[in-house]
């Protein structure tokens, strides 16, 4: 079962996440949601830099009629909710204010707000903001506008009705939804006394492991979208037993060899070779490649 992580928002809210169990169909549908989302974002990013250059405003009420006049010529985005969009140009509106903020008050590089950019394809993932009007949660289910439907994995119940959720993709693929609700001050106080004592959950350790691999997993993903991007191969190769197994004759030792110990020797056909060469030359061998 997939835990749910807490993490704290500062003002008075908690955010839950918990993993979602996503059939083709949703997949699909989550996509073209992203989308149109992703689309109606880089018209905002165009329009922001044509009003910076032209010296005209860009407040979320132009934005709102540009998104307005889009639905109306564009079946393409009318097809999809209102919901994600309207949220979407209110983010838009705040993180472009919150830039234009830090520049008037003339805070140094390091430390600005950078402006909206736009979002590619291929490397940015699928991410939609819903409010409290745009989801509801029935039968342990969330129903997103549009009529999505995704499995939520729970380990609990959420301690108030969320306000919002935020549904995303990570680098390996799995869907997750951060619930945002008003925070539990026993949950603050628990947190606080495994803290003082020096005690961690099983639970947040588990969670670490997991982050550390959606960490792997996404630079993996990366890697495979850089190769493709250059017009080059990446050989996935399973990681198990590599200083184990012999690049020669493909034969196997018993037992795991110790870090101290720096030369491979195969008992089955004599060869001996440096453990980090041989290595290199058994995942050589596991890609299908010929090693020289």
């Not at 805070?107 to 736009?118: D, I, K, L, S, V």
């Not at 935020?166 to 997750?176: I, L, P, Q, S």
């Not at 925070?183 to 004592?197: E, I, N, Q, T």
Request: aromatic share 6%.
């Amino acid at each position: 079962m997939t835990a749910i992580a807490q993490e704290s928002e500062g003002d008075g809210h908690a955010r839950y996440t918990c993993r979602l169990r996503v059939s083709s169909g949703a997949r699909t549908a989550l996509e073209a949601e992203w989308s149109r989302c992703r689309w109606l974002w880089n018209e905002c990013c165009a329009r922001s830099k044509k009003a910076h250059r032209d010296g005209e405003k860009c407040g979320p009420a132009r934005l709102d009629r540009m998104l307005t006049e889009a639905r109306t010529a564009m079946l393409w985005l009318r097809e999809g909710s209102s919901v994600p969009q309207q949220q979407l140009i209110r983010d838009f509106a705040k993180s472009r204010a919150k830039a234009l903020k830090d520049i008037k008050a003339r805070f140094p590089m390091r430390q600005r707000a950078g402006m909206p950019r736009y979002k590619e394809k291929h490397q940015d993932a699928p991410s939609l903001n819903c409010t409290r009007r745009g989801f509801r949660l029935k039968s342990g289910r969330l129903h997103l506008a549009g009529g999505i439907a995704v499995t939520v994995v729970w380990s609990r119940d959420l301690p108030e009705p969320p306000s919002s959720v935020h549904v995303y993709r990570e680098g390996t693929g799995a869907w997750y939804a951060s619930f945002v609700v008003l925070a539990v001050p026993a949950d603050s106080l628990r947190l606080g006394r495994w803290l003082h004592c020096g005690r961690i959950p099983a639970s947040q350790s588990a969670m670490a492991r997991k982050a550390a691999d959606a960490a792997i997993g996404a630079t993996k993903a990366a890697l495979v979208e850089m190769a493709r991007k250059h017009g080059r191969t990446a050989h996935l190769v399973h990681p198990a037993r590599t200083t184990m197994d012999c690049a020669q004759c493909g034969a196997r030792t018993k037992h795991a060899l110790p870090l101290s110990e720096r030369t491979y020797t195969c008992t089955a056909c004599g060869v001996v070779s440096p453990r980090d060469k041989n290595s290199a030359r058994v995942m050589l061998v596991r890609a299908g490649l010929q090693p020289g």
